[in-house]
């Protein structure tokens, strides 16, 4: 039995298949698309359909890029003997926004999850160790690969993954600190960030 | 920590308010008037979960569409806090001093340990449920332990879908254990800490432990781990790590994890005999106790703090003598909850505890019903 005419259910069911949207979400979705005006609705539909036709994966780091290579690595002010490994586009974003790292990335678009399906083969590893010799890197010799995969079980065990792969090849591989996050009070965090902190102590 | 007061309203069959004393705390009424459920309200107050079902909305009084268990819990000399746990469908919102809280900052506010007959698995059934009991305590200590152990879990379940397909894709050993490596890696040093977080907290319980406070024969605990015999425990990570290599084309086989704390037990003997096999069910039901106890000992010297205890249906397959030993124990120990039926059981202590009649889910008050005890008493 349809609740709503057939092209209604039709795009409520579609909207259904993003991620984060159940049932009640993609309802209230529907009513507002049903309500906005055609030429707002164009808007939206250029954008969706742009960023499909437009926007392509870096052949170098994978980045989502508009041009081919991304603008950062066809940057000539960046340091292309630091690697930085990241898992997904926007947490390339959030290394970005500090503004202190002067490096290159690699995007993987995942982790390594069993579970799921997705091994070391469906991680877009494929184009990293090409690049780490100097003929595929403009002549530059690359002699850091910093592994910034999240602290979840899954991002750990990539960032084992790709250490295991790199490590024979001599080059300084590090792994990200984890631990208290600045400008906080002590107070405020958690026993596990805590617990890591501890454990990951500093001399000074 | 002291538990002042709870008030409930349509949490199952109850509504209204009771205040509790700080020693030992009496329920008493006939089967089905809702005893139990008191108890079932402090603990969801402490941990916001139940001991009888994972479905809260099961809770909620039939025709009504929200619930809440709320108390107040005094601890130091002049530190009172008010809890509130609000059901609603199957929404559940914890609040202290009428503000919500997060949920890691709410738990601990309330400490409690309960014998409920859930409870009963340590020592009647198969070694997961003495981990759990193990991996209870220790995170009653260093709460940051629940992760470890989360993580652990979830990295046995990717190693174990890893192997799982692997028995369809027959893959070269060499193969396989480049996909286990990274998993393996992080498996080692998971295990590592949990084993020595539970060899720790066995131990702990181990000097607590009140061996024969029910009778002469003694209680021993021991942890167990499944590599005992196989090397050099004291060196944990080289050990795990040298069995993984060699068990390989056995997990291979088996399709899935084989080596690891998930395959540990607790071994707990009476008398020298494994309890669980060759124990009565009353020599269980004590045994179990007696971990309480122990667990309840060791909470309160890390902490300097004295939990609550729970004890449902105090009377099944315990004797006279032995509720006495327990009641006698844990006076001036720590704030006690008991459910019993039988009244005759708890006699002798009624003058030093607070008793609670509970019919249809309402509790009559110790101070206004003095009369209405002796009343009842010189008619039983």
Sequence with gaps: MLEYAEPVTKLIDELKRLPGIGHKSAQRLAFHIMRTPENELDRLLTAVRDVKQRIVLCS???????????????????????????????????????????????????????????????????????????????????????????????????????????????????????GMPVGSDLEYVDEVTMDKALSNRREI | MILDFVEVDNFRNLSGKIFWGPGLNIIHGDNGQGKTNWLEAIHLLSRTKSFRTQRLQETIRFGQDSAFVAGRVSSGDDLQRDLRVTLKENTKSIAVNGKREQLTRYLGQLQVFSFTADQLDV?????????????????????????????YNRVIKQKNRILQDNLEHNRSLVELQDLLAPWNQQLVQLAAEIHEARVDYTERLNNELERSLFEPAELHIRYSSSLDGKGDLSNYEGLLNERLQLRLPAEAAAGRALLGPHRDDLAVHLAGRELRVFGSSGQQRSALLLLDLAAISVYNSWHDDRPLFLVDDVDAELDENRIRRLLEYLEGRTQTFITTSKRSHVEGFISRANVYEIAAGQAVQPELNRSTFSAVAAND
Excluded at chain 1, 67 to 83: N, Y
Excluded at chain 1, 150 to 165: K, Q
Excluded at chain 2, 131 to 146: K, N, T
């Design chain 2, 123 to 151: 020592v009647r059934g198969m070694p997961e449920a003495r981990r759990h009991f193990i991996d209870r305590g220790v995170a009653s200590l260093r709460p940051a332990y629940v992760r470890t152990v989360s993580d």
């Design chain 1, 60 to 178: 170098v780091c994978n980045n989502l890029t508009e041009i081919d290579p991304c603008r950062i690595c066809a940057s000539t002010s960046r340091d292309h003997s630091v690697i930085c490994v990241v898992e997904e586009p926007h947490s390339m974003v959030a290394v970005e926004k500090t503004r202190s790292f002067k490096g290159v990335y690699h995007v993987l678009h995942g982790s390594l999850s069993p579970m799921r399906h997705i091994g070391p083969n469906e991680l877009h590893l494929a184009n990293l160790l090409p690049r780490l010799k100097p003929e595929n890197n403009d002549g530059v010799e690359v002699s850091e690969v910093i592994l910034a995969t999240n602290p979840t079980t899954e991002g750990e065990a990539t960032a084992n993954y790709i250490g295991r792969l790199l490590k024979p090849l001599g080059l300084l591989v590090t792994r990200i600190a984890m």
